[in-house]
């Protein structure tokens, strides 16, 4: 890792802390970890894509239920090369080995676009949690400032990956001891697949970010098509409510 690279509080950490960090808390922030420009021309892309009025994709049970306003976008599965650079950053792999192991593969690139207004994404695990061994890793990008006037803010429970099961409940309600995270435009986000985390509501401007999920050789490839929220499992690849869950 070339640590001069990291800028923060996080600059002062060495691999092993950073492992060390992700391994108790579920999550490590690096802001700076990618530049200015870099993070303009894929913002740019990313609004040429959506236009002025992109709509949701997934069916209304699941935006009802959910609570989760994100419009995703897979740019590499389209033959979109611009957001290969990111992927191949050679410290975004080196920092991945580090928390993954050295067999550790990637799974795909998805853009997360939430319009102003919109409700973000309610609390879950974007895997089930049961096996503690298959998680993913969520690497996620951010191509502006995330600040309190925007809304948008990442919640999460720090230590809640090794917390088990996502408690049934309020699908927006607070967890004592959650912590919001305001990243800014380059800021780079770790965050394991088990951890609770929410987005909150977006105030003002369009929320972007960019999601290349990776995860351990161990890990089957599907696992984040069944995903936990507060009051049900849902499976994306057959659009249906697998459980409702009642707290």
């Not at 740019?44 to 935006?63: I, K, M, S, V, W």
């Amino acid at each position: 890792l070339d640590m001069g690279r990291l800028t923060g509080a996080m600059s002062q950490m060495n691999p092993s802390a950073l492992k060390q960090k992700f391994d108790r808390d579920g999550y490590i922030v690096l802001e700076g970890f990618f530049g200015d420009a870099q993070m303009a021309h894929v913002d740019r892309l990313t609004h040429q894509h959506y236009g002025e009025n992109p709509a949701f994709q997934h069916n209304d049970e699941f935006l009802s239920k959910s609570q989760t306003d994100v419009i995703p976008w897979f740019p590499q599965q389209e033959g979109v090369t611009d957001f290969d650079a990111i992927a191949n950053d050679k410290n975004l792999q080196e920092l991945s080995k580090l928390i993954l192991g050295s067999n550790w593969y990637s799974q795909h690139c998805m853009v997360m676009l939430s319009k102003p207004g919109s409700l973000g994404q309610a609390w879950h695990q974007d895997c089930p949690p049961e096996n503690p061994q298959c998680f993913n890793l969520n690497r996620l990008v951010y191509t502006h400032d995330i600040t309190d006037a925007t809304g948008g803010q990442v919640a999460v429970v720090p230590g809640s990956h090794k917390m088990g099961l996502l408690p049934a409940g309020d699908p927006v309600g607070n967890f004592t001891g959650q912590v919001s995270l305001t990243p800014s435009k380059g800021t780079l986000i770790l965050l394991h697949g088990h951890t609770w985390h929410c987005v909150q509501p977006i105030k003002e401007g369009v929320r972007v970010s960019i999601n290349y999920r990776a995860a351990p050789a161990s890990t089957p490839e599907g696992i984040t098509d069944i995903c936990v929220y507060r009051n049900m499992r849902y499976q994306f690849s057959t659009s249906r409510v697998l459980e409702d869950r009642v707290g």
